[in-house]
C-alpha cells in the first residue's frame, strides 16, 4: 500500500483529513453568493480550478471552468490521469508553483458545497447479501430469505435523478399510501416507517451505447460518493407489489459533496465474495473491483449528542459497481456520463453492522436506545443522519466528507 504523499498545504498531512494528496477528490462550491465552482479539496482547503485555468496554471480547455463535472468526465479517463498528475505535482510538498497555486486556496469552512455532477439518471441496487438475507427473512422466512434470482444477477431499480440532493440537504418527510390491517382500506397519511440506507454511489464518467464487459465498466467509473437512500417503509409495503420500490424512494436519496476518483481508491482493492454458485460469464471479474472502505452511520435527535448506530465495510457487498454497471448495459441499454449507481445497503453479519434501521430495529420489534436515552426504531422527525466513510492507508486515509441530511415534518 503507498504512503502518504506529503503536500506543502495546511491540514493536508494530518492522519485524520479526508484529504490528502493522495485524495484529490472533485466538487463544485460556491463563497457566498458567487457563482458554483469546480474545485477539487486539499486538506482544510478547496483549490479553485476554474481560476486556476484562468491563471494558466492548469490547461484543460475550459473544461475546469464549469458549475459541474460532467464535461470534464466525458473528455475521458486519460484527462482523468492527466488531472491527478498534474495537481499533485502542483500541491507536493517543495513544489516550485507553490507562489503560484497558494492564492487560488480557499477556505472550506467559508464555501457551500453543491451537488458535484449533473445526475443524468439514478439506478440503485439490492446488491448486499446481509441486507437481503435480514430484510427477506423478516417477511418471507430463512428458508426463503433470498429471492431464486438474487445470487445470479444484481437486482436493481431504476429511481429518480430529480431527487438526488447534496449533504446539508434537508428532507421532509413523504406522505403516500399506507395500508393498515387486512380489512382496512389505504390512507394517504405521513410515512411513520422512515428509514435509511447506507450506500455507496459510482459516478459514470464515459458513456456507452450497448453491452459492456465488466473490465470496461470497472474503467468507465469516474468515482464514488456516500449516498443514502432514504425510504418510507409502510409507503413501500403497501405500493411494491408487483413492480417494487417507487414513491417510497422518490422522496430524496443524499450524497457526499466531493467525488473520490477510482484512482485514488486503487490501493484499497479487493475481491468480491466467492460464489455460491456460478455467474454467467458476462459477469465475470478479471480482477478485484470492490474496496475496503469503512462506513458508519451517526444518529442525533435535534439538540442531543450523536449516536454511531452503524459500523460496516464496503467489502461486504455481493457485486461490485462494475457488475452492476456491466448488467445494467447488457441488455443494450444506454449508460450516459453522470448516470449514478446506487451499490444497495451495506450491512455486515452482526447487528451493530447493519446499515438501515429496518434491520437493526428488526422490523420495528428491537428498538435500540442512542446515547441520549431515547430509542428509535425509524427517524423522528428532526433527527439528523449522517454517513462517513473513508479508506485506511498508511499514516493517511481517503474520505469522502459527510452525506448528512435532517429530517423535517411532512408538509400535509
Not at 459477469?283 to 435535534?302: N, Q
Not at 428491537?366 to 428532526?382: K, M, V, W, Y
Not at 481517503?398 to 411532512?410: D, Q, R, T, V, Y
Request: include cysteine; glycine fraction near 12%.
Amino acid at each position: 500500500m503507498t504512503e502518504l504523499l506529503r503536500s506543502w498545504v495546511d491540514g493536508a498531512n494530518r492522519p485524520d483529513t479526508d484529504f490528502p494528496l493522495n485524495n484529490l477528490p472533485v466538487g463544485v462550491f460556491s463563497l457566498a453568493d458567487g457563482p458554483r465552482r469546480q474545485g477539487v479539496a486539499i486538506g482544510d482547503r478547496i483549490l479553485d480550478l476554474g481560476r486556476a485555468e484562468a491563471a494558466g496554471v492548469l490547461g484543460f480547455g475550459g473544461r475546469l471552468m464549469q458549475d459541474g463535472w460532467n464535461g470534464f468526465m466525458a473528455s475521458g479517463r486519460g484527462e482523468w490521469a492527466r488531472l491527478r498528475r498534474e495537481l499533485t505535482m502542483l500541491l507536493a510538498e517543495g513544489a516550485a508553483a507553490r507562489a503560484r497555486v497558494e492564492p487560488l486556496l480557499v477556505p472550506m469552512a467559508a464555501a457551500r458545497l453543491h451537488l458535484p455532477f449533473a445526475v443524468s439518471e439514478y439506478t440503485d441496487f439490492y446488491a448486499g447479501r446481509h441486507h437481503a438475507t435480514n430484510v427477506g427473512t423478516m417477511f418471507r422466512g430463512p428458508e426463503n430469505a433470498l429471492p431464486s434470482n438474487w445470487l445470479h444477477i444484481p437486482i436493481g431499480y431504476n429511481g429518480r435523478a430529480s431527487s438526488v440532493v447534496v449533504t446539508g440537504t434537508s428532507v421532509i418527510r413523504p406522505m403516500g399510501q399506507i395500508k393498515g390491517p387486512e380489512d382496512a382500506l389505504p390512507r394517504f397519511a405521513a410515512s411513520a416507517r422512515f428509514d435509511i440506507e447506507l450506500e455507496m454511489g459510482a459516478v459514470v464518467g464515459q458513456a456507452s451505447d450497448g453491452p459492456i464487459s465488466v473490465a470496461e465498466a470497472f474503467d468507465n467509473i469516474f468515482g464514488y460518493v456516500l449516498l443514502n437512500d432514504w425510504s418510507a417503509r409502510d409507503i413501500q409495503a403497501w405500493e411494491y407489489q408487483p413492480l417494487g420500490p417507487f414513491q417510497a424512494k422518490a422522496t430524496a436519496t443524499t450524497i457526499s459533496p466531493w467525488i473520490v476518483m477510482a484512482a485514488a481508491l486503487a490501493p484499497f482493492r479487493v475481491a468480491t465474495p466467492e460464489r455460491e454458485v456460478p455467474l454467467l460469464p458476462y459477469l465475470a471479474e478479471p480482477g478485484p473491483m470492490l474496496y475496503d472502505i469503512a462506513l458508519e452511520v451517526g444518529l442525533a435527535p435535534e439538540g442531543a449528542p450523536e449516536t454511531v448506530i452503524a459500523r460496516t465495510n464496503y467489502r461486504e457487498m455481493y457485486y461490485s459497481a462494475a457488475q452492476q454497471l456491466a448488467h445494467h448495459a447488457s441488455c443494450g441499454c444506454p449508460m450516459r456520463v453522470g448516470d449514478l449507481l446506487g451499490s444497495g445497503t451495506i450491512s455486515g453479519p452482526e447487528r451493530g453492522n447493519r446499515g438501515s434501521l429496518l434491520e437493526i430495529s428488526w422490523g420495528g420489534k428491537e428498538p435500540i436506545t442512542l446515547d441520549s436515552g431515547e430509542t428509535r426504531s425509524f427517524l423522528a422527525d428532526r433527527d439528523t443522519v449522517t454517513l462517513r466513510g473513508h479508506a485506511q492507508g498508511r499514516g493517511y486515509r481517503i474520505g469522502f466528507g459527510e452525506a448528512s441530511g435532517k429530517i423535517l415534518p411532512a408538509r400535509g
